[in-house]
C-alpha cells in the first residue's frame, strides 16, 4: 500500500476513479493491523501465564493441606462440623467423578479382534533351478549338438513375400 501512495499512482487511481475503494482499503488493512496486535498482545499475556498442569498441581497441594489441617484439627471443639461438612463434599465429589462418563475411557473394553489369516502363497510361473541357469547340461567342448526332436524351431516350409 505504501507503493500506491506515491503521485504517480496517486494520479492513476485518481483517472481510474478507483481512489475512493483504495482509501476504504487502507482503513481496513489498517483495522486489521490494530486487531492483529491486539491479538498478538493477548498471545503474549497468555504466554507470560504459567500452564494449566502447574496451576492445577499448585491447587492440588493447597487443597491437600487445607484438608489435613482440617483433619488434625477435627478434635477442637467448631472444627468438627466444618470437618464432616467438607468429607461430604469430598465424598461426592468422589462418586460424581466415578460415574462421570468421560469420552477418553471406554466403556467396555475391547475384545481383540481376530488375527488375520496368512494369504496362500502364489507358486512361481518359472520355478528357479538352484544356482541359476536354464537345467539343461553344460555342452562338452568339440562335441556337435545333437538334433532335438520336433526340430530346430524353423519351419521347413517356407512362402515367399510379396
Do not use: C
Not at 13 to 31: H, V
Not at 69 to 76: G, I, P
Not at 136 to 156: A, M, S
Amino acid at each position: 500500500l505504501t507503493e500506491l501512495d506515491k503521485p504517480e499512482h496517486t494520479a492513476r487511481l485518481t483517472t481510474l476513479k478507483l481512489k475512493t475503494s483504495y482509501d476504504d482499503l487502507k482503513a481496513k488493512q489498517k483495522a486489521f493491523e490494530d486487531l492483529y496486535a491486539e491479538q498478538a498482545e493477548a498471545n503474549a499475556e497468555l504466554r507470560a501465564q504459567p500452564s494449566a498442569s502447574s496451576a492445577r498441581a499448585r491447587l492440588e497441594q493447597a487443597l491437600r493441606t487445607y484438608l489435613s489441617l482440617v483433619v488434625a484439627m477435627r478434635s477442637v471443639s467448631g472444627w468438627d462440623m466444618l470437618y464432616n461438612d467438607l468429607n461430604e463434599m469430598v465424598k461426592a465429589a468422589a462418586a460424581a467423578y466415578k460415574n462421570d462418563p468421560s469420552p477418553s475411557k471406554p466403556k467396555t473394553p475391547r475384545q481383540p479382534s481376530d488375527p488375520k489369516k496368512p494369504k496362500d502363497p502364489k507358486d512361481p510361473k518359472d520355478p528357479k533351478k538352484p544356482g541359476g541357469g536354464t537345467g539343461e547340461q553344460p555342452k562338452k567342448p568339440g562335441e556337435e549338438p545333437k538334433p532335438k526332436p520336433g526340430g530346430d524351431g524353423n519351419p521347413d516350409i517356407h512362402l515367399p513375400e510379396e
